[in-house]
């Protein structure tokens, strides 16, 4: 092996273990709350880490389960300060979703989920709905619907005028 071969070799050998200190794969074994969510993972070679904040989308939040598995990554190859950049659950993720789905889905058993499905089409499942509207709720299907106020409902039909106001009762929703 020549002079340059054994330095790129070298050098091959110093970038393969940066690259390799910069990411990371692991098991969730705890988290924190807090307005940044920090995590503790084992990860590969049994190297535990605390207090590795995990970053989520804005407007987007979940509690992963212990045993879930987050990808961490280590700026600059730094292992003391690692970042979740997602937290993954293969015990639970929906593989059932038809090609071009999303979903929204509960890591902790699969039930309740929101599938935004091809064509158009949206689809909440679960064992309970609960919808909880302060001021306005509105519905409407193919021209017909309703607007729910605080002291009336609102109807609505094709080619019909606007049904009269009537008060309502509505269930106090806890």
Known sequence: MSMLDRA?????????????????RGELTAI?????????ASLTAGEIKGDVEHFEPAGFTSHPLAGAEPLVLFP???????IAVV????????????????CVYCPADGIARILLLPGGEVRIEGKVLRVAVTERFVHSTNGH???WLPDRVNSWTIGAAAGTPHPITPPEIP
Request: net charge positive.
């Open 76 to 82: 600059g190859g730094d292992r003391s300060h690692g």
């Open 145 to 147: 619907g309703e607007e």
């Open 8 to 24: 790129l070799a070298a050098l091959e050998s110093r970038l393969l273990a940066r690259i390799r200190a910069v990411v990371a």
């Open 87 to 102: 937290v993954a659950d293969r015990r639970t993720r929906p593989g059932d979703l038809p090609e071009g789905a999303a």
């Open 32 to 40: 924190g709350g807090g307005k940044m969510q920090a995590i503790q």
